[in-house]
């Protein structure tokens, strides 16, 4: 069994590794437009300060990361965020801890008084009577109340999405959310029946030692395939029961392709194959995203925390700042401190277009005005998605839903990533070993 694999992201190392796990024979061919595995995740050295291009870890509130990390024997390399990187702050007219108990809840200057009330008032909200899709800000408003809303689910969106609460669907960005609801008729009672249920908490950051390459660099070790770095593939086309990949001189006929690459470029490479299926590819939205990154060799300044999210109300110049060497203090040489700014997003598309010096400045001026941070850094780091984090609009799921089965039509094409199924790493790793394993049994079945 031949199978191609598009994309050595996460989640197409995850689905290298799972198949190569149920069908040791199998005949891997992996090609990557990048000349280095991992996508997304890659890590910058600059003068001893390490910057991600991307994500910078996962939770452990779900298990699939830390059984890809456990299966492919990286457990040398896992590192846990520093406790100290708990605190967390959102910016609205100033900087305010995030309270992450009933009791910093009510003391918290983030709401008022009877705003406070209205949230706490959630509990006698009637459950939804329907399963129909609505949005995180009406989800909210309804069950929460808007100060609540446009405070702390408007900060969450930016952070995690790169968006705004009216644009994502509860519950395909947050099912979690919803299934609260269902189950137990509100987030209060339900958070209330899990934590009976559960004594775990709501996880831990985790990530690697020297940065994300760690892991990606270990899969690729790991995996035994026909490796094809720095290759873009062009086309994917039926030939007999199989399909062939077209990759300039590096083509090959296979058994069985597994795109897992953004939607995108997916679209860009099935449009020989079938029109309608690049016409839903192209639907997938992405919010433009820019990464600056600050190292300091001196900096007085404590950054004690994780870092901070803004709301769209306090019109700052970026989405979040994080403290990357209060995470992870190998991020940045002994004594010497790092930050990343999360620029553009939904809230200000054309970001991305400016030119480094630009985005720069604004890095800077919201570093200033949030963290009272005026010093000019030693090092800097500047990186730009166009098209960097995929939407989950109302509608979504049920999108998704016709989408893989108008891919069922051609048995041995798969498609996985952070698109469709679930945005987060534990996401990709858990579609990334289910789509492996269904290669696996395909295979099987055609022997």
Not at 277 to 306: C, M, R, T
């Amino acid at each position: 069994m031949r199978v191609a694999i598009i994309g050595a992201g996460i989640s197409g190392l995850a689905t290298a590794f799972y198949l190569q796990r149920a069908r040791s024979d199998a005949d891997i061919v992996i090609y990557e437009a990048n000349p280095h595995v991992g996508g997304t995740l890659h890590t910058i050295d600059i003068e001893g300060f390490r910057f991600e291009e991307g994500g910078n870890g996962f939770l452990s509130n779900k298990p699939d990361m830390l059984q890809l990390v456990t299966d492919c024997g990286a457990g040398d390399v896992l590192m846990r965020s520093q406790d100290a990187s708990r605190r967390r702050f959102i910016y609205t007219d100033r900087m305010h801890p995030m309270p992450d108990s009933p009791g910093k809840f009510l003391k918290t200057e983030l709401l008022n008084w009877p705003q406070k009330l209205r949230v706490m008032g959630e509990v006698f909200i009637r459950p939804k009577r329907d399963d129909s899709d609505e949005t995180l800000q009406s989800f909210g408003y309804r069950r929460l109340g808007k100060a609540f809303t446009d405070i702390f689910l408007d900060a969450m969106t930016a952070g995690i999405y790169g968006t705004t609460a009216d644009r994502v669907s509860v519950k395909a960005a947050f099912p979690l959310v919803t299934e609260l609801e269902r189950k137990h008729g509100g987030l209060f009672k339900g958070m209330i029946a899990r934590r009976k249920q559960s004594a775990g908490p709501g996880g831990v950051l985790m990530s690697f030692k020297g940065g994300m390459n760690a892991l990606t660099e270990h899969l690729h070790k790991t995996i035994k395939a026909e490796w094809h770095l720095g290759t873009p593939v062009e086309a994917v086309v039926q030939e007999g029961k199989g399909f062939r990949v077209e990759a300039g001189d590096k083509s090959s006929t296979v058994d069985q392709v597994i795109l897992a690459v953004p939607a995108y470029a997916a679209a860009r490479i099935l449009a020989g194959l079938d029109r309608e299926l690049e016409q839903q590819l192209d639907a997938v939205n992405y919010a433009p995203i820019a990464v600056v990154g600050f190292g300091w060799k001196h900096l007085d300044h404590p950054l004690d925390g994780f870092g901070v999210l803004t709301t769209a109300a306090a019109r700052m110049p970026f989405l979040g700042i994080l403290w990357d060497s209060s995470i992870f203090p190998d991020r940045a040489p002994e004594g010497m401190k790092c930050v990343r700014v999360m620029l553009g997003g939904q809230r200000d598309p054309h970001m991305v277009d400016l030119d480094d010096d630009a985005l720069i400045a604004h890095a800077r001026d919201g570093v200033t005005k949030a963290l009272g941070i005026d010093v000019t850094p030693d090092v800097q780091f500047v990186k730009k998605w166009p098209r960097g984090l995929p939407g989950y609009p109302v509608g979504h799921i049920e999108a998704m839903d016709r989408l893989m089965a108008h891919v069922g039509r051609y048995p041995g094409l798969h498609l996985t990533g952070n698109a469709y199924r679930g945005i987060a790493m534990n996401d990709c790793a858990r579609n990334g070993r289910l789509t492996g394993e269904a290669a696996a049994l395909l295979g099987e079945k055609k022997l």
